[in-house]
């Protein structure tokens, strides 16, 4: 598959609002159309639909990601190894041990010129991962994990907490 082919990509992203479907499509295009010999790894999970790009088909690979959340409908565009990429600018937000993101509210604050510049970076760094050359794959899409019901967190968390309160 590839860039053009997103029918199940736009199938996990029905269930949201039409104006942040539009804000993650441009975000893939704008990945796709610099890095078209890469892989696009989709996840559709309960708390979010994510998908990433990798010179390989390993996680453990992906150079950046986008994000969308289903209980706040935020939209994040991350770099799985973000604590080891430059980030002089500090518009990096994420304290944990690797992933750094920067939310998007909307294209027309999306600094395309400084991602652009971190996105080469952390390309670099992901192909630095890349132990054996022969796993290196060439601009497929590939669903890595759907959910088995795609229910709302709040509503999964409510159900849970129900069931420990019996």
């Known amino acids: 598959m590839s860039k053009e082919q997103k029918d199940e990509l736009l199938k996990f992203l029905s269930s949201f609002p039409e104006e942040k479907q539009a804000i993650v499509l441009w975000l893939r295009d704008f990945i796709w159309d610099q890095y078209p010999h890469c892989n696009e790894l989709i996840y559709d999970n309960y708390s979010a639909v994510a998908f990433g790009w990798s010179p390989t088909d390993k996680l453990g690979q992906t150079f950046c990601s986008i994000a969308i959340y289903r209980t706040?409908?935020?939209?994040?565009?991350?770099?799985?190894?973000?604590?080891?990429?430059?980030?002089?600018?500090?518009?990096?937000?994420?304290?944990?041990?690797?992933?750094?993101?920067?939310?998007v509210e909307n294209l027309k604050e999306f600094p395309k010129t400084y991602i652009k510049k971190l996105v080469?970076?952390?390309?670099a760094n992901s192909l630095g991962k890349v132990k054996d050359k022969k796993d290196l794959r060439k601009g497929e899409t590939i669903v890595k994990s759907i959910s088995p019901t795609r229910r709302p967190l709040k509503k999964a968390l409510a159900e849970k907490k129900n069931k420990a309160g019996k």
């Not at 080469?120 to 390309?123: F, I, M, P, T």
Request: cysteine-free; hydrophobic content about 30%; overall charge neutral.
């Open 120 to 123: 080469k970076e952390a390309y």
């Open 72 to 103: 706040n409908y935020n939209i994040h565009f991350g770099f799985y190894w973000g604590n080891e990429i430059a980030d002089p600018e500090k518009k990096l937000l994420g304290e944990g041990n690797q992933y750094r993101y920067i939310r």
